[in-house]
Each structure stands twice: as C-alpha cells, then as structure tokens.
C-alpha cells in the first residue's frame, strides 16, 4: 500500500471510530473527546458543521483546518489544544463574481467570525485567516458605434464613437472577527491572527472604439474619385477598482476556572448550546 493510501485510510479511520458524532437533528455541531488532524493533511468541514467541541484538539505539523467560504459563524472549544510544529486555521470571505457587459463587479463575501475557546495546552506557530473575499472584476465596457459610411453623394465616412468605460469592480468583503478566550494554563509562542478586508476588484476593461466608416469609390470610367473612410473611435478606459472592506476585529481574553465538560457530557448538543457558552465568556 503505498504512503498516500495509508495517509488517506489513517484519516478515514480516525473519522468513522469517533464517538459522539451528532444525529441528523443536531448537525450543525461536531462533538468529540479527540480532534486530531494529522501531520501535512488539509481538513475541509463540510458545510453543515458549524461548531467544534472536543476535549482535546491536535492539529499536527502543517496541517490546515478550512471552514467553507461563505459561512457567517463558527465556533471551536476544548480543554486541550496541541499545536507543536505550525497549523493554520482558515475561514476567509468567499470572492464576489466578475460583472457581465456594463455590470458593476459583485461584492467581496464577509470573512468568518472566529469563536475559539482553548482551556489549556501549548501553542507554537499557529496563523488565523478571518480574510474578506475579493470583489469581482468590473464588466467590460459599451462598445463603440460605427461610423457613417462614405457616399458619392454624400460626405466622406464618419468617425467611429469612442468606447464606454469600463465598470467598477466590486467592493471587497470584510475580514471576519477573530475571539479568542483561553483559560490560565496554556502557553502561546507565535500566534498570527490577520483579519484583513477583502480586495477591491478590478476594473473592467474599456469598451472597444467603433471602427470608422467605409470609404466609397465614386466617378465614371473615366474618372475615378475616392471618398474618404472615417478614423475608428477610441477604445474606453478601464473601470475604477472597487473599495476594499473593513477589516475584522481581534479580542484576546484570559478566563480562568471555566471547562467545556458540561458540553462534552451532553448526549445532545445543539448550536444554541454553544452560543449560549461563549456568551458566558
């Protein structure tokens, strides 16, 4: 069996052998007495988890736990933390997408708002995304018109219109809050936390010019004449980046005393059952 394959059925098998795993009722909650992310894997909750709660939470060497883009909320608890050789926890803005012809960039979605609540353990190089999305690129700009064409009886061709500009990209999201409670027994050394705004979006590219009217060959057989085509119009000019969004806040505090058994010895827990915990802090 070759190393990929073990990796994969180690991670497999630490998934299905957890107790307390919550019924259809209560998905909205993971609960566990050991959380472990093995060294180097990436951990993408699945969408219907909004909170973890275990009694001891390991992320290993270079290990990543991804909350989905778009989620408003989450909340992680427990006892114990072990983070030795660096982990990253990331829970960023979905990017807006780009806008149609004429159509302004969609907004940046809001980063994740962080609840975390570690007792106790030993933290060394942990860094926090709470990053808004992107706003999506400006849609392209009108196209010019066409110029007149020329005509023997007329006048020489016209100038194509010059190009519309091009639309303002979208606005980007906020970064998400960052709360981190923890109890008095737990040592910290490199925490990053950014909570940064999301990137405006790109302006949307100008408007191609119209193209300058056909010339016309005029006069009899023995006497040829050309009337003039007109010039092509300007293309337009780029649309305007979009604003950024604001950036999250980070709240650090020591609680001291408070454990997490109550929610751990449950046979049920629900989500208000954690908001309930953390509004005690």
Request: glycine content about 20%; proline content about 2%; hydrophobic content about 30%.
């Amino acid at each position: 069996m070759s190393i990929i394959r073990k990796k994969i059925l180690l991670l497999l098998l630490c998934f299905v052998s957890i107790p307390n795993c919550l019924s259809a009722e209560h998905k909205s909650v993971f609960s566990v007495k050991l959380f472990k992310i093995e060294l180097s894997y990436r951990y993408l909750v699945p969408i219907t988890i909004n909170a973890i709660i275990a009694d001891h939470l390991v992320l290993g060497g270079r290990t990543t736990l991804e909350i989905p883009e778009g989620t408003k909320n989450f909340y992680i608890a427990c006892n114990k933390i072990s983070v030795n050789r660096g982990a990253t926890i990331i829970a960023k803005g979905i990017n807006g997408k780009n806008g149609k012809a004429q159509k302004r960039g969609k907004s940046g979605g809001n980063g994740c708002n962080l609840y975390l609540y570690f007792k106790s353990g030993n933290i060394k190089n942990l860094s926090i995304y709470t990053i808004g999305g992107a706003g999506g690129q400006g849609g392209k700009g009108r196209a010019g018109r066409k110029g007149k064409n020329a005509s023997c009886w007329g006048s020489s061709g016209g100038n194509g219109s010059p190009g519309g500009k091009g639309s303002t990209g979208g606005q980007g999201g906020n970064g998400g809050n960052v709360y981190l409670y923890t109890g008095d027994k737990i040592t910290i050394n490199n925490l990053s936390v950014n909570t940064s705004s999301g990137a405006g979006g790109a302006g949307g590219e100008g408007g191609a010019g119209g193209a300058g009217g056909a010339p016309k060959r005029c006069g009899t057989i023995f006497n040829f004449y050309t009337r003039s085509g007109g010039n092509p119009g300007k293309d337009g000019p780029l649309g305007d980046i979009g604003n950024c969004g604001k950036k999250g806040v980070y709240n650090k505090l020591i609680i001291k005393g408070l454990s997490i058994e109550s929610l751990l010895n449950r046979e049920k827990i629900s989500l208000n059952d954690i908001k309930s915990f953390f509004n005690t802090l």
